[in-house]
C-alpha cells in the first residue's frame, strides 16, 4: 500500500504541511511512523481525506473561482470499478475529480488501487475556460 509523507501528502492536497499536521493531531487524517521515523499517511487514508477536503473547497454549485483546466492531473486514485473487460478509474487530483475509462488489463498492469498515485493526461477537442462575470 502507498504511504506518504506529510510534506508529499501537503502537495497533494495543495495544503500547507502544518495542516497536514494539524489534520493528523486532530484525528481527521491518521498517520503511522516509517522505518525511518517519519510520519507517514496511508495512501488510502490521503484520498478519503482528500474527496473530502476538495468538497469543502468546492461547496455546491457556482464558487466564484476563475479557472482553466490543465492537460495533466496528478492526485490519488480514490476509486477502481473493474468488470470482465473494462475499468472505470476515479482519481481525485486536488480538488479536482478526473474519472477515466481503460481497459482492465490497463489498470491491473499499472496496480490502479485506491490510494496509489496516478497522473490522468488528457487531450480534448473542446477546452472550456471560466471566469467570473465582469460587473456592469
Same mark, same amino acid.
Not at 502507498?2 to 500547507?16: D, H, P
Not at 494539524?22 to 484525528?27: A, K, L, N, P, S
Not at 492537460?71 to 473487460?85: E, H, K
Not at 488489463?105 to 475556460?129: D, M, Q, R, Y
Given at each position: 500500500?502507498?504511504?506518504?509523507?506529510? &510534506?508529499? =501528502?501537503?502537495?497533494?492536497?495543495?495544503? &500547507?504541511?502544518?495542516?497536514?499536521?494539524?489534520?493528523?493531531?486532530?484525528?481527521?487524517?491518521?498517520? *503511522?511512523?516509517? #522505518? #525511518?521515523?517519519?510520519?507517514? +499517511?496511508? !495512501?488510502?487514508?490521503?484520498? @478519503?481525506?482528500?474527496?473530502?477536503? =476538495?468538497? $469543502? %473547497?468546492? /461547496?455546491? /454549485?457556482?464558487? /466564484?473561482?476563475?479557472?482553466? =483546466?490543465?492537460?495533466?492531473?496528478?492526485?490519488?486514485?480514490?476509486?477502481?470499478? =473493474?468488470? !470482465? +473487460?473494462?475499468?472505470?478509474?476515479?482519481? $481525485?487530483?486536488?480538488?479536482?475529480?478526473?474519472? *477515466?475509462?481503460?481497459? @482492465?488489463? #490497463?489498470?491491473?498492469?499499472?496496480?490502479?488501487?485506491?490510494?496509489?498515485?496516478?497522473?490522468? +493526461? +488528457?487531450?480534448?477537442?473542446?477546452? %472550456?475556460?471560466?471566469?467570473?462575470?465582469? &460587473? &456592469?
Amino acid at each position: 500500500m502507498s504511504q506518504f509523507r506529510i &510534506s508529499e =501528502a501537503a502537495g497533494l492536497l495543495g495544503v &500547507s504541511d502544518d495542516t497536514v499536521r494539524r489534520w493528523v493531531d486532530d484525528g481527521r487524517l491518521p498517520s *503511522s511512523t516509517d #522505518a #525511518a521515523g517519519r510520519k507517514v +499517511v496511508e !495512501g488510502v487514508d490521503l484520498a @478519503r481525506r482528500a474527496q473530502e477536503h =476538495a468538497a $469543502q %473547497i468546492n /461547496g455546491p /454549485g457556482e464558487d /466564484g473561482v476563475g479557472r482553466s =483546466a490543465r492537460n495533466r492531473f496528478t492526485g490519488l486514485v480514490t476509486r477502481v470499478l =473493474a468488470d !470482465g +473487460v473494462m475499468a472505470q478509474v476515479e482519481l $481525485q487530483c486536488g480538488p479536482y475529480r478526473v474519472v *477515466s475509462l481503460i481497459s @482492465r488489463e #490497463a489498470a491491473e498492469e499499472l496496480g490502479l488501487e485506491p490510494g496509489s498515485l496516478a497522473t490522468a +493526461v +488528457v487531450k480534448a477537442t473542446t477546452v %472550456i475556460i471560466e471566469t467570473p462575470k465582469a &460587473s &456592469s
